[in-house]
């Protein structure tokens, strides 16, 4: 596809249980960034990958969270053990670079949890 | 303290009118980049307008322009000719220093709502 997909779009889990979100960047771009938007605010940045090599997870909320790129193009971010807390929209974004101007977003996983 | 303040929750404007979303931002940093992102409904945030922190004229992107203040720390977007497409939330940004910073740091948001 020509735009950064994610899926899936939606996902109900229970309190407790683990999940995996899942993006596709545009082919050829290095860079992949992680954020988190909670209802009513701004994106939030979660972790950076260049390739396959994860550069940067400072933003990553507790070490239930966990993100791979393992072949340095799909990238999956798995919580573990969810909670109320985590429900968000989850926005993964890909670029030419790190300092490439623009970074171009996937439409997101809204995640709730019950 | 708020990195990126957007004061205004909600905006409306009448469609073909022009219309101003203010964003102040708060950085020591001599090196910084402002950007303006849309998110309709359907979610996807869509880059608007870069504006950087050397940048001696105001960024201008079609419709587009950021109104770059640098003394006043604000960097608030005019879009002009509104259009009934434009309904979204507007999301003022900013990365923080140069080197190998990539992180963007978002404000809360506004709702531009265009009415006919």
């Known amino acids: 596809g020509a735009g950064v997909s994610q899926s899936p779009r939606y996902k109900v889990a229970k309190r407790g249980q683990d999940v995996a979100l899942r993006c596709d960047p545009i082919?050829?771009?290095?860079?992949l960034f992680w954020y988190q938007q909670a209802l009513g605010q701004g994106p939030e940045f979660l972790t950076y990958?260049?390739?396959?090599?994860?550069?940067?997870k400072s933003g990553l909320p507790s070490d239930r969270f966990f993100a791979e790129r393992p072949e340095g193009s799909v990238s999956t971010l798995k919580i573990q053990r969810t909670q109320q807390e985590d429900s968000a929209v989850y926005l993964c974004?890909?670029?030419?670079?790190?300092?490439?101007?623009?970074?171009?977003f996937g439409p997101g996983t809204r995640l709730t949890v019950l | 303290a708020q990195k990126i303040t957007q004061t205004q929750p909600g905006m409306f404007v009448q469609e073909k009118e022009a219309v101003t979303l203010d964003c102040t931002y708060d950085?020591?940093?001599?090196?910084?980049?402002l950007f303006w992102y849309k998110q309709p409904s359907s979610g996807e945030m869509i880059f608007l307008i870069y504006?950087?922190?050397?940048?001696?004229q105001n960024a201008t992107e079609g419709r587009y322009s950021l109104n770059f203040q640098k003394a006043r720390k604000s960097a608030n977007l005019v879009i002009s000719a509104s259009q009934l497409g434009d309904s979204a939330m507007y999301f003022c940004?900013?990365?923080?220093?140069?080197?190998?910073?990539?992180?963007?740091?978002f404000g809360k948001g506004t709702l531009l709502t265009v009415n006919p």
């Open positions: 974004a890909s670029s030419w670079a790190a300092l490439y101007n623009e970074q171009f």
């Open positions: 082919s050829g771009h290095v860079s």
């Open positions: 990958f260049q390739n396959e090599a994860q550069l940067d």
């Open positions: 950085t020591s940093d001599q090196s910084y980049g």
């Open positions: 504006q950087g922190s050397y940048d001696e």
């Open positions: 940004a900013m990365r923080e220093g140069g080197g190998s910073n990539y992180k963007l740091t």
